[in-house]
């Protein structure tokens, strides 16, 4: 393994993992010169073997632009991916509250539908008490028209019975009179 600097020329710069600027890599290919016939063959071996590394793509090459773009993309995809994850959980939670709420719909309406059945009956016991205030003011009514008469009937009926005894006691005593004056 060979290696070459040169002081003379800046060298260039990589982050470390293989990825160098075109531009970088061009103008040290250009510019490198090497200082005597022994510095040729190393230099050389040192070309072929960067060449052969881009060939193999151990070392790849990149504009600024074209990795900010890169990377971009990439942080885009990535939120992308969580945004859809979350938009997925927000539909997830969203059917599942339609649902909670028709079903809740759904059991109100049968309470409703319940009351209203309480209510037809509630108005149908309403006008049945009703009817019975009514009859019941009619029998009373009647029940007390029925104790006056039969009051009435029993003032008479002890008038009258005070009327005969008294015509008995009268006849009795005029009887007795007779009776005793003969």
């Not at 072929?48 to 790849?60: G, P, Q, Y």
């Not at 029993?154 to 005593?173: F, G, V």
């Amino acid at each position: 393994r060979f290696s070459y600097t040169d002081y003379t020329l800046q060298h260039p710069e990589s982050d470390g993992k293989g990825t160098i600027e075109p531009a970088i890599i061009s103008d040290w290919l250009l510019k490198i010169v090497p200082r005597n016939q022994d510095d040729c063959y190393p230099l050389f071996v040192i070309c072929k073997d960067v060449l052969r590394k881009f060939h193999l793509r151990e070392i790849r090459y990149v504009w600024k632009k074209e990795e900010y773009l890169m990377n971009k993309f990439a942080e885009l995809e990535r939120t992308a991916c969580v945004q859809t994850a979350d938009r997925d959980r927000a539909e997830e939670v969203l059917a599942t509250a339609r649902r909670d709420a028709e079903e809740a719909i759904a059991r109100r309406d049968a309470e409703i539908e319940a009351l209203r059945g309480q209510v037809a009956v509630l108005g149908d016991t309403q006008r049945e008490l009703a009817d019975l205030k009514v009859s019941s003011q009619s029998a009373e009514e009647a029940l007390l028209a029925e104790q006056e008469h039969a009051a009435a009937a029993h003032e008479e009926a002890r008038i009258a019975l005070e009327h005969k005894i008294s015509k008995l006691q009268a006849a009795s005593t005029s009887l007795a009179e007779k009776c005793a004056g003969l």
